[in-house]
């Protein structure tokens, strides 16, 4: 069966809402029709007839759809008392009626977590009572809860909130905010719904009769629920403004997700349980409150080489407060979660920009190769680009670079304020035998990779650039209590003074390292290696360690004197070949299994990355012959990103936005051609608005 939605239309609602049976059929394809833009399946609703209550205050009546109730993707119970969860003016995500308007206040005391008292809050008894409190109880964490009685200074809460075992009272100078009250409404887009009522109210300047005003409606958890539905192809559609998933996928093989533009709900894509033989391509995933992708299966299950390919998954968990439900647990704020697996997923040419927390979680059987993750830790502290939570995880050909780690709201731990702990990727609590090759790790606040009591990792071949602070992580890579691990071929660059180019041990048990090539942009710094508080330079290292005989320093003939940048980087995330001429000016620095040599020209194969450096009148070799691409998968596939990333600022890396919500994506009608079918026995449905509310009472 087709159904094909017409183009430039935006139905609002749920497709296959119901249980198994009363489902739509496998065999399905959901597809636009006509010309002009994607057709749109939203879980919103438009919200009109509003009236002035003066003050720039204005109320509309809701009327709530499905009578107000819900059906979850594969349970036709009916879930009553919904709501409206959010608000969108335009387009826009607003903000729910908030104290302080921007910014925290912060925590005093605690005697418990459901309590805490603030200095900074003189307003009079019963102010903020029946006010959700948000509140960031740790650096990896932001909590809500519901405030039950409020006293002068005083907060307490209906519930506990959870510390992830940082103890039984909740932490001094922590931040936080209190929203979801109508006497906070006093600032342009800010709104309260009142649930008995279904009433809604607007601080507005603008007459909000003359915007388009949309209400996230929590009965519509997912756009399309595709539940025990085998063959099912979603392509070519836009969906947005669901409460739980844009898209859902339980125990349905052979599912195809293509050219999907989706943005604002919790979760972008979602597949729950065994679903074999998953194929996601060309997708945008943007501007998810919780997660952009998530997958999850049991350990046993076979993937069947299931692949999400050539996708972009944007600003995933930025709203701070706004991604993890009340006392909930688990891995949120992310771009990309997979979990499970007996048999591997393959994630490729991905193109990840923008997480609250970790960019990518890697928690089950996954090969992550050839993606570029970008920005991660933008409303968090502590987390990674990439988090290795899984057992002989394949991290190859990737870029990582720019973690930032959030530090608003960050208060203090034992009396004392905690670092920036934003590392490109890291690996730790037994996830063994990771082969972390090929990849291009820079600009990162704290170390490039950190291993953690792990066994048996690879790291090879990789480039290291400018990763690292002072304060915590002053080295490219760190490895804690690991053992087994083989540290070769890789370039470590470093410019900043107070951060080395080189590693951190605290055990050489079965630690292999050899041809790596350790260079400072800074000549006097000539620290490369830390064992616990002894620090070495090469030399020293070598005898120290009885290993890395083949590794180098800085080639010679370095300008050091000249102006910056002295060592840059070049990346090239796409699948062409890119061509370099090697001026008289610059050398390419290779690790040491390769001769730094005057190229001519050099080639930049698809997913790699090169490290060149100013050098002095030394006139240096011309390299012979032409250097192999080291990647052992060559692509196969159009390229996915459009922006390749400046690295000649390096440490930039201040989040571009406090609200990520103003650039909305502009997608055009990705298809050329309507599709055709080999089969005479296809029922085709054609669909626009005023024909939906039939064919979802048909299936």
């Not at 919103?44 to 509003?50: A, D």
């Not at 206040?105 to 019963?126: K, M, Y």
């Not at 650096?139 to 909130?161: C, D, E, R």
């Not at 792990?454 to 602070?469: D, M, R």
Request: with cysteine; hydrophobic share 30%; net charge negative.
């Amino acid at each position: 069966m087709v159904v094909r939605l017409n183009s430039g239309d935006t139905f609002r609602g749920q497709f296959g809402r119901t249980t198994q049976g009363m489902n739509f059929k496998s065999n399905i394809t959901f597809e636009p029709y006509g010309s002009g833009n994607n057709p749109v399946i939203a879980g919103s609703i438009i919200i009109s007839g509003w009236s002035s209550l003066g003050s720039n205050i204005w109320e509309a009546t809701v009327t709530l759809p499905e009578g107000g109730n819900s059906r979850e993707c594969g349970n036709n119970s009916p879930q009553p008392n919904q709501w409206i969860d959010q608000l969108f003016i335009n387009g826009q995500i607003q903000t729910l009626a908030r104290f302080p308007n921007s910014g925290y206040l912060n925590v005093t005391s605690s005697t418990g977590n459901n309590n805490f008292a603030s200095s900074q809050l003189t307003q009079a008894n019963g102010f903020f009572d029946g006010a959700n409190v948000r509140i960031r109880t740790f650096s990896w964490q932001w909590q809500k809860g519901i405030v039950s009685t409020y006293t002068v200074g005083n907060v307490q809460l209906t519930g506990t909130l959870q510390n992830d075992g940082q103890g039984n009272t909740l932490l001094p100078d922590w931040g936080f905010f209190f929203d979801n009250k109508e006497s906070f409404l006093d600032q342009q887009g800010e709104w309260f719904y009142n649930n008995i009522t279904q009433k809604i109210k607007l601080y507005s300047t603008i007459d909000p009769n003359t915007l388009l005003i949309e209400g996230l409606y929590s009965g519509y958890l997912t756009s399309i629920c595709i539940f025990f539905n085998n063959n099912v192809t979603v392509r070519d559609i836009s969906v947005k403004h669901q409460y739980q998933s844009g898209i859902q996928v339980w125990l349905s093989n052979n599912v195809r997700i293509e050219n999907i533009v989706q943005q604002y709900s919790y979760v972008g894509l979602e597949v729950l349980w065994d679903s074999e033989n998953l194929f996601v391509d060309n997708s945008q995933f943007s501007y998810n409150l919780n997660t952009g992708i998530k997958t999850n299966v049991d350990d046993i299950f076979d993937w069947k080489g299931s692949k999400i390919q050539n996708s972009h998954v944007t600003e995933s968990g930025t709203f701070p407060g706004l991604g993890r439900p009340a006392y909930a647990t688990g891995t949120y704020n992310v771009g990309i979660r997979g979990n499970g697996g007996a048999t591997p997923i393959t994630f490729l040419y991905n193109y990840v920009n923008g997480t609250g927390r970790d960019g990518i979680s890697l928690d089950g059987n996954i090969i992550f190769r050839n993606n570029f993750v970008t920005r991660a830790c933008l409303t968090l502290n502590d987390c990674s680009g990439i988090v290795f939570n899984a057992q002989n995880l394949i991290v190859d050909g990737n870029f990582i670079s720019d973690t930032y780690g959030n530090m608003e709201g960050s208060g203090l731990y034992n009396g004392q304020p905690l670092p920036r702990m934003s590392w490109g990727m890291r690996s730790h609590l037994g996830n063994n035998g990771a082969s972390i090759i090929n990849n291009v790790v820079y600009n990162n606040q704290a170390e490039g990779i950190l291993v953690e009591s792990t066994t048996g990792h690879t790291i090879s071949n990789n480039i290291f650039f400018n990763n690292g602070n002072s304060a915590r992580g002053k080295r490219q890579v760190s490895l804690e209590s690991s053992t087994g691990t083989t540290v070769t071929g890789n370039v470590f660059i470093s410019l900043q003074n107070g951060v080395y180019a080189g590693i951190y041990l605290n055990t050489l048990t079965s630690v292999t390292m050899n041809n790596n090539r350790y260079c400072h942009s800074n000549s006097s710094v000539t620290i490369i290696g830390e064992f616990n508080s002894n620090t070495y330079d090469l030399s020293q290292w070598k005898t120290f360690t009885s290993q890395e005989s083949g590794s180098v320093g800085c080639p010679s003939g370095l300008d050091f004197a000249a102006s910056s940048p002295i060592i840059s980087l070049l990346t090239n995330p796409s699948l062409s070949i890119n061509q370099y001429p090697q001026s008289s000016t610059y050398l390419r620095m290779y690790n040491s299994t390769i001769s730094t040599c005057q190229d001519n020209t050099f080639s930049l194969y698809p997913y790699t990355g090169a490290v060149i450096a100013k050098k002095d009148s030394l006139v240096l070799p011309t390299c012979v012959g032409t250097t192999s691409n080291p990647q052992t998968n060559n692509p196969q596939t159009s390229n996915p990103q459009t922006n390749t990333p400046q690295t000649n600022n390096p440490q930039t890396n201040t989040p571009q936005t406090n609200n990520p919500q103003t650039n909305t994506p502009q997608t055009n009608n990705p298809q050329t051609s309507t599709p055709t079918t080999s089969s005479s026995n296809i029922i085709e449905f054609y669909l626009s608005t005023i024909l939906l509310f039939a064919f979802l009472h048909l299936y």
